[in-house]
Every structure is written in C-alpha cells, then in structure tokens.
C-alpha cells in the first residue's frame, strides 16, 4: 500500500491532465471571443486601408496621421472583445483558486491515516494570489495589457511594411489575418492566439503553485518541506529537469512556474511526527489497533512514509490503469503506449506539436502492427471495399 506522502504526488501529478484540460478550455475561449470579433475588425481594417490606398504613401506627416488614427481604430473596435476577454481571465482564476483550494484540502486531508483538520488560505489570500502575486516577473494586469498592445502593435506593423513595398489592401490583410486556405495560421493575428494558449497555461499554473504554496505554509506544523515535480517528457527544460526530486523547505526555493509554459509542480512532504494519533478511518484504526505510546507513533510514521523517490511521468503513465492511459493519451495511442513500443516522447515534434495518428504510422507503422491498431486512412490511399 503506497504511503501518505506517495498517494498525495500521484495525486497532485495525476491532477496535472485535469489542469492542462482546464487550461485548454480556457484558452480556447479566449480563442473564440477573438474570432468571434474578427470580421468586423477585418472589414473594417480593409475599408481603412482602401482610403490609404487611394490617397498614397509617402513617409511624411500626413500618412504619421493616417497611422495614428489607424492604431486608434484597431483599438477602438478590439477594446470590447479584449474587456470580455479580460473579464473571462479573472473570472475563471478566482473560481480556479478556490477550486484548487477545495482540492489541495481534499488530496492532503483523504491520504492522512489520522484525522487532520486543514487551515486554508483566506479569500483575501486567494485573490491576492491572483491579482496581486507576479508570475513570470508580471502581474496579470500586465499580462493582459501586454496581450492586447501586442496585437494592436503586430498589425500595425505589417500594415507599415505592406505600405513600403506599396502593397494592396487586400496583400495587406492576408499579412494580418493569413489566407483562408491555412485557416489563418500564415497571418500575424495568429501569433495573439497562440499566445491565449501561453497566458492561459502559464496563469493557471502560477495560481495552482500559488494556492498550494499558501495551503502548505498555512499548515506548516505538518508540512515542512516541498518536493518538486518535474513533468518529464520531451518537451521538459533542463532546468525543470534539474531540479526534479529536490526538496525545500515550505516557501522557500524556486517556485513553479519559472519558464512560460512551466508545467512544474511542488508537493507537499508530510512529517509523521507531527500528526496526532486519532485514525482517520476504520482501516486504519485496525492497522493501529492495540498501539501506544512510542508503538503508535511508529505506526502513523511508517503510515505517511518518508520524503517520495523521484518518478518521472513515463514511469507515472506507465503504472496507471490502461484507463487512465487512454483519458490522458486517447484510446489509440494509449495502445501504442503499453503494446506498441512507443515512449511519450514519440507522440510529439522537436517543438512539442502532438502529432497525428497519420504521422505517427508513417514514422513507425511497426508499432501499431505490435499495439493490433488499424493503421488510419493516408492521403490518397483507396477506401477498403466492405
């Protein structure tokens, strides 16, 4: 039976794909208030430039006016959608740091084998952790000004550099907005969505530490050191790598997320010692039943175990249920994970990009010959007769 301290970081580390989930939801919202918004912003952009079309370009005063109230429009018709994505941000932290708050409680308070009554951080703590604690050397605040002047800035300057090669308006959207053929992806605006992605995850993870960091130092009389939890795979930093398994005590060392994106973790580490005695529940109280004194104590020691041996996430993955395999990774690959031979590595690109079933059979098409998965339809191939 695995220890307290081991059953709260498979705990805590299983959570994570619950996390990337909600983070992906979450950007993805982000994603569609921007969409969402987008023709209006292009028709009238195309309109604008039209007019400055028509009236030439020269590096003079006149077009230094055209420019400016170009940047003023672009803020004008973005400010209503950037309000609601603002909105949504800080809505859904604060209900993620109560969540996570709830959570941590539950995790730390289930894996004790004696009862334990938690101190939790105060709303006011919690909403300090959202809006008032910096992660990556910036409040949110900044976070979404820096999101939304950043969009503004890239637009205006590839209409700066349509205008110097004398470009049509129309060349000048498809700088902006990309061609329909690649669904946006080849258009500057592109980049502000897949920062979505970078503000949601790297928010949700400084407020996840941020509450867990409060939760520990509020219950410090029996959790006095953290661990931290790299998430091993190929797309881990090396200083991530680096500083997987070390311990520190509570509030004190780095303190995830220290890269964008860090999907770092710090666990708590349980001293036995500091429990009290009363069993949490009947199978414990038969584990400490005809105890006492120094015998008792030994028992909730040996009961929430020592600091966890470092693990990594394939060896994590790979002591789960075939479940839990195919929530985390898809039924398919979930196959190719326990049957046919392939690492977590192998399911993403050197840049971290989730590859296709497609593009995984055309790199290994062994593998789903050992896992007995269908090889999927290639681009071109004939459709099996029935």
Known sequence: MATSNVQIRDELIAHQIQVLRFTKGFSNRMVSLLNRAEPELRARLGARLER?????????????????????????????????????????????????????????????????????????????????????????????????????????????????????????????????????????????????????????????????????????????????????????????QSLDGEIFPVGEGPHPPIHINCRSIRVPVVDGRKLGRRPANRATERQLRGLRGPARRRAVEKLVGPVPATTNYTDFLRSSSAGFQDDVLGPARGRLFRSGGLGLDRFVDNSGKRLTLRQLYQTDPGAFQRANVPAPRLPGAPVPST
């Open 52 to 240: 400055i079309a028509a009236l030439g370009w020269d590096p003079g005063p006149a077009t230094t006016k055209r420019m400016i109230r170009t940047s003023k429009l672009i803020a004008d018709i973005n400010r209503p959608t950037f309000q609601e994505i603002n909105a949504l941000v800080r809505r859904e932290l604060v209900g993620l740091s109560i969540a996570e708050t709830q959570f941590i409680a539950g995790v730390v308070t289930d894996a004790l084998p004696v009862a334990f009554d938690p101190s939790l951080p105060s709303v006011k703590d919690l909403r300090g952790i959202v809006f008032a604690r910096p992660f990556e050397k910036r409040i949110l605040r900044d976070w979404l000004g820096t999101y939304q002047l950043g969009d503004r800035r890239r637009m205006m300057g590839e209409i700066r550099q349509g205008l110097v090669f004398n470009e049509t308006p129309t060349q000048i959207g498809r700088r902006i907005f990309g061609t329909r053929a690649l669904g946006g992806a080849d258009g500057v605006r592109e980049i502000t969505r897949r920062g979505s992605q970078v503000l949601a995850q790297t928010a949700t993870a400084a407020i996840i530490n941020g509450v867990r960091s409060e939760f520990y130092k509020a219950n410090r009389r029996i959790i006095r050191r953290e661990q931290y939890v790299a998430t091993l795979d190929s797309r881990t930093t090396p200083i991530c």
